[in-house]
């Protein structure tokens, strides 16, 4: 069983266009968090959801938006694609508490590409 | 504010030998410390965590840290290392009552015949 899925895998658009991705965890977790990682690997954190309430959201431009239907779902929602969005997006989750002392559980990320 | 610095960016070894990944943090109060691996094409799984108590922390797949409060440090070390732990490593920290876990940029770990 997977424990966080994330769909797409893949994602190549065009500038402009709308998309959103799909995260979901079975582990039972109260916290879910957006990562955005780079071309050269860094990893940063872009929104945390706790118990479908949002808990941190860094500077990230208003065209991004997530949602969180339930605490099992964070789904991420990008308006207006730009090339600088062409980045590998993580989800993750992890038990209530937050990131302080918890673990973070990954799903296997989405490429995003736009052109 | 918070910051994580891992000093290598590239490491690469020959199969069998010893490693040690380098990690210095920056925070002026108690932290949480992390190492994750990433996997190629794979998210981040946790391979240790330092929360208080013995400064030596045992992990998973051979790896340990040592945690020096007087030094800033939280190095992952492996006695000997196989081609499967070829790989990205990230260091993290999250100093008590953020809710927010800083990553360095990674050291690419990679392992030779």
């Known amino acids: 069983d997977t424990a966080v899925s994330q769909t797409p895998k893949y994602l190549v658009t065009q500038m402009g266009n709308d998309k959103s991705i799909k995260c979901e965890q079975n582990?039972?977790?109260?916290?879910m968090y957006w990562y955005k990682q780079d071309s050269k690997k860094f990893l940063k954190i872009m929104f945390s959801?706790?118990?479908?309430?949002?808990?941190i959201n860094e500077t990230v431009p208003n065209r991004f938006s997530p949602k969180s239907p339930d605490k099992a779902h964070l789904n991420l929602h990008i308006n207006s694609l730009e090339l600088g969005d062409s980045a590998v997006y993580f989800c993750a989750s992890s038990r209530s508490g937050g990131a302080r002392q918890e673990t973070q559980y990954f799903g296997p990320g989405t490429r995003l590409l736009v052109l | 504010a918070q910051s994580v610095t891992q000093l290598d960016s590239q490491v690469p070894v020959f199969e069998e030998a010893p490693v040690e990944l380098r990690c210095n943090y920056s925070s002026s109060v108690s932290v949480y410390l992390f190492w994750y691996v990433q996997y190629p094409n794979q998210g981040l799984q946790l391979l240790l965590k330092y929360l208080s108590g013995s400064t030596l922390v045992k992990g998973i797949n051979g790896f340990e840290a040592e945690f020096n409060k007087s030094q800033t440090s939280f190095h992952l070390r492996k006695p000997s290392v196989h081609i499967s732990d070829t790989a990205e490593y990230f260091c993290?920290?999250?100093?008590?009552?953020?809710?927010?876990?800083?990553f360095g940029k990674g050291t690419k770990l990679t392992v030779n015949p």
């Open positions: 582990l039972g977790h109260d916290t």
């Open positions: 993290a920290v999250n100093q008590g009552g953020s809710e927010k876990l800083v």
């Open positions: 959801y706790n118990n479908k309430e949002l808990i």
